[in-house]
């Protein structure tokens, strides 16, 4: 069985956010600090909370993620990221409304000390949005130019070893691949001439590979998963993985649609409609931007169910995905879903779940499970798609050859199978012949 060598998490790690005064990118940052202060708990994070089984059932060894694979400290984070609106972090933390004012008093100093770099801004690609606190440049090469001479700043200043860069910005317009996107000579063409389908998003992910930082990309826009960047990523041996953080709704869509599946449950239609009243929910309030959250939405079903294997039962369902801006409800967002469906002799039934969540709380511990697994691979020296990480991602990227998995089950799996071939442990698969674990073949997720 291969080994395989891991970096110790010696030094500093920077992580650069774009959307740094989002909600999103607040509420984690408040959550670290609070961690840090011990003044709460990294709910919902796999990293911190998690455990994972070593060896056999009978074993019964069951050490945290954070004790079996060296993984950053919290301790050893630095943050920093770009923005379109010139504030701290601690007044951005404030007009999200997301958290309470005396969880914000607590950490009040450290979120006032942080404060955005102005960030690339194009308003064709996100129009319910204005951009003041922004960058300047002849052309989209400039512009990336810029940012990578920010990560150096940011690296330099802080005395970093290693960088993560997230995004957690607004959806962008929805595009798809052209043949400026192909070849990285083609986008860097693209780049000196202004292309109109490269997008921002698109200059942060070339211009952090290019400084050597694993690249995350937390929502549904076209940007790091291009041919030009994905080949680019390889060629510098970083890590990148994307995309769309997987929170409400689809959360509970890879949870039920595997349950259909598993016991051959037909399925006639699927109705899911969303409110919120963020920022996130004024920008998906342009159609533009919408097709891009719908098109990561609706990508789920058909490779949970595969209706091309199961012709009678999912062949001609009926999926609606909307998502509708009510600034009353704020960063509560309600996902309600209407289920169809039939069983025993066609007869129908009706499933229905009302999931009244909080869109930042969920988002903030996959944004810190990302971050310190994408140092984990960048130390590893794992390039390239991360399709380990799919778990975290409405719309997981893949290699070309394989079809997504979206099945939460299997992508939890997976995850931790991989952690444990990192730490040359003997992947589990849960068959025992004679008490004796079966050993999986090897995965062929590394280079």
């Known amino acids: 069985m291969k ?23 607040t509420t984690f940052l408040a959550g670290v600090f609070a961690i840090r202060k011990n003044l709460a708990h990294p709910v919902g994070s796999l990293t911190q909370l998690g455990k994972i089984r070593i060896g056999k059932r ?10 079996f694979v060296p993984l950053t400290s919290l301790d050893d984070l630095v943050f920093g990221g770009w923005d379109i609106r010139d504030e701290t972090c601690l007044e951005a933390a404030k007009y999200a409304k997301v958290l309470d004012e005396k969880d914000l008093n607590s950490i009040a100093d450290e979120l006032n000390s942080i404060k955005p770099m ?52 607004s959806t962008e317009t929805f595009i798809e ?6 070849t990285k000579e083609n986008f860097i063409n693209g780049m000196v001439n202004n292309d109109p389908d490269i997008s921002p998003s698109m200059l942060y992910a070339f211009a952090s590979i290019a400084e050597g930082a694993a690249y995350i990309n937390g929502s549904p826009n076209l940007s790091v998963d291009i041919s030009a960047i994905v080949d680019f990523a390889n060629e510098m041996n970083v890590p990148v993985a994307g995309k769309d953080f997987k929170t409400g709704q689809t959360l509970i869509k890879t949870v039920i649609a595997p ?8 399925l006639n239609g ?27 939405k609706l990508s789920v079903l058909n490779s949970i169910l595969q209706p091309e294997l199961y012709e009678e039962l999912y062949s001609d369902y009926y999926h609606k995905v909307r998502i509708n801006y009510y600034p009353p409800r704020g960063d509560n967002k309600e996902g309600w879903d209407n289920i169809d469906i039939f069983g025993w002799l066609g007869y129908p039934m009706e499933l229905k779940i009302n999931f009244l969540c909080r869109d930042s709380i969920l988002a903030a511990p996959i944004m810190l499970d990302l971050i310190l697994f994408a140092d984990l691979a960048l130390r590893s020296n794992m390039k390239g798609i991360q399709e380990w ?46 008490g004796v674990e079966q050993i999986v073949e090897e995965y062929d997720c590394y280079e």
Request: net charge neutral; charged share 30%; hydrophobic share 35%.
């Open 3 to 25: 080994t395989y060598e891991i970096e110790k998490p010696e030094g500093k790690l920077g992580v650069l956010i774009v959307g740094l005064n989002g909600a999103v990118s």
């Open 58 to 67: 009978s074993e019964n060894n069951f050490p945290f993620v954070k004790d």
């Open 118 to 169: 102005r960030g690339v801004f194009d308003q064709k690609f996100v129009k319910r949005l204005e951009g003041h606190y922004i960058k300047s440049a002849e052309n989209k090469y400039e512009l990336m130019m810029q940012l990578r001479e920010d990560i150096k700043s940011f690296k330099e200043l802080n005395s970093l070893d290693r960088v993560v860069v997230i995004w957690a910005g």
């Open 177 to 182: 691949q052209k043949e400026v996107h192909s």
């Open 259 to 266: 349950m259909l599946k598993m016991r051959l449950l037909g």
């Open 270 to 296: 699927w109705f899911s409609n969303n409110i919120l009243g963020n920022r996130d929910g004024e920008v998906l309030d342009d159609p533009g931007s919408f097709k891009t959250k719908e098109e990561s």
């Open 389 to 434: 990480m799919s778990l975290f991602f409405k719309s997981p990227m893949h290699s070309e050859n394989v079809v997504p998995e979206h099945d939460l089950f299997i992508q939890s799996m997976k995850l931790k199978n991989t952690l444990r071939k990192l730490m040359n442990e003997t992947p589990i698969t849960h068959l025992d012949t004679n």
